[in-house]
Each structure stands twice: as structure tokens, then as C-alpha cells.
């Protein structure tokens, strides 16, 4: 069974740095692309970052350009989000989502985790 | 990269069909045969329900179907059922190789 679990969120103050966490489990990791994608409280989705298989291609929205940074280590089944300089629009909840094989569409979905910028 | 256009709301009555609807642009939905929907019940992760443009993975009801022209694509449920009521998005490729959404459609069975 394919599983993505995201771990890292809390509290944090403007300006401050966090770390999310997806594990994975249930499927080949290595092989797939996977994204973040966020949702603030009441609003919709908000495609956030991605990572290639090999962990050579990035992509980043706009919105979060130069302040977050994805990664990834395929012998541990896990991604990770560095998020910098954290503003209060930055409040949502964070899910990992793993990209169809070869395809651009995200088929498996974590929980999600919570962040609240706020001082 | 904007949002692509989605209708705030749709409702229908148990057993009818809606479509919703999804616009963007010749640099999203128009330029690739890439688009997906996502059906979100509250409090829950959102579900892959139609990917490229037509396709339903393996165990999702064939009253959802897809369809695609020009700029906007469609989503549509026939034979509504009570279970169906749920936020719906859909997601492009771009041709930035980023991904957008829609600002997602709130579907009430009447």
C-alpha cells in the first residue's frame, strides 16, 4: 500500500525556518517525482515545489522561490521542504503528493501537516 | 503562473449530471493534454479522480468523466449520489514545467 507521511509542522514566528518531512513507504521512491502542495485554512490548493526522481530536476512556484528549498534521499524513502524566512501567507496545511509514473498528475496523497506562521 | 477558472459552486439534485468547468490558458490547459481533478471531502487529502485530460484510475466510479476544448476542460458526474458532495479541482502542467490549480468548486447535492 502506498504511503506518504508528512511530519515537521507546528508554530512558528515570522521570519523563522522549519522542516517538513514526507516518508514513503508502499512503493519504489527513487522512481517517482514528488511534490509539495499546501492549502491555507478555508482556501484552495497551491502547488508549492517539486523534485525529480533523481533528485536533478527542482521546480518551485513563484510564491515561495528562493525561500524554500526541496530535497530528497532515496536510500531513506524521504523528502524533505526547508522553509526560510516564513511569512504569515505561508499558514496552511502541507501535503506531499507523489507524481503519476511519468505523468503530471499527483495520484497518492499524505495527510498533510499543519504550519501556522504567527507570531 | 495564475490560477486556472473554476466556478465558486455547482449543486444538482440526487441522480442528475453537473459539469464543472476549468480555464486557463494556451500555455496550461490548452497547450498539454495534462489535466487532472481532485475531488476533496472536509477535514481529508485530496483524491485523484481524472488524470490526462480522460483517464479515471483504477477504482474510481465511471460517473466521472473528462473532457477537454480549447483553453477549458470539464469534469462532469452523472447520476449524483449524496457521497459526491465534495470540493473538486483541477490541476494543469504548464509550460514553465510547473504545476497549477483551479481555485477549486464546491459541489452541493441538493
Known amino acids: 500500500e502506498v504511503q506518504l507521511v508528512e511530519s515537521g509542522g507546528g508554530l512558528i514566528q515570522p521570519g523563522g525556518s522549519l522542516r517538513l518531512s514526507c516518508a514513503a513507504s508502499?512503493?519504489?521512491?527513487?522512481?517517482?517525482?514528488i511534490n509539495w502542495v499546501r492549502q491555507a485554512p478555508g482556501k484552495g490548493l497551491e502547488w508549492v515545489s517539486y523534485?525529480?526522481?533523481?533528485?536533478?530536476?527542482?521546480k518551485y512556484a513563484d510564491s515561495v522561490m528562493g525561500r524554500f528549498t526541496v530535497s530528497r534521499d532515496n536510500a531513506k524513502n524521504s523528502l524533505y521542504l526547508q522553509m526560510n524566512s516564513l511569512r504569515a501567507e505561508d499558514t496552511a496545511v502541507y501535503y506531499c503528493?507523489?507524481?503519476?509514473?511519468?505523468?503530471?498528475?499527483?495520484?497518492?496523497w499524505g495527510q498533510g501537516t499543519l504550519v501556522t506562521v504567527s507570531s | 503562473q495564475s490560477a486556472l477558472t473554476q466556478p465558486a459552486s455547482v449543486s444538482g439534485s440526487p441522480g442528475q449530471s453537473i459539469t464543472i468547468s476549468c480555464t486557463g490558458t494556451?500555455?496550461?490547459?490548452?497547450?498539454?493534454?495534462?489535466v487532472s481533478w481532485y475531488q476533496q471531502h472536509p477535514g481529508k487529502a485530496p483524491k485523484l479522480i481524472i488524470y490526462?485530460?480522460?483517464n479515471r484510475p483504477s477504482g474510481v466510479s465511471n460517473r466521472f468523466s473528462g473532457s477537454k476544448s480549447g483553453n477549458t476542460a470539464s469534469l462532469t458526474i452523472s447520476g449524483l449520489q449524496a457521497e459526491d458532495e465534495a470540493d473538486y479541482y483541477c490541476?494543469?502542467?504548464?509550460?514553465?514545467?510547473?504545476?497549477?490549480f483551479g481555485g477549486g468548486t464546491k459541489l452541493t447535492v441538493l
Open positions: 503528493a507523489r507524481d503519476g509514473y511519468g505523468g503530471y498528475h499527483f495520484d497518492y
Open positions: 508502499g512503493f519504489t521512491f527513487r522512481i517517482y517525482g
Open positions: 523534485i525529480g526522481s533523481s533528485g536533478s530536476t527542482i
Open positions: 494556451s500555455s496550461d490547459v490548452g497547450g498539454y493534454n495534462y
Open positions: 490526462d485530460v480522460t
Open positions: 490541476s494543469s502542467y504548464t509550460s514553465s514545467s510547473s504545476r497549477v
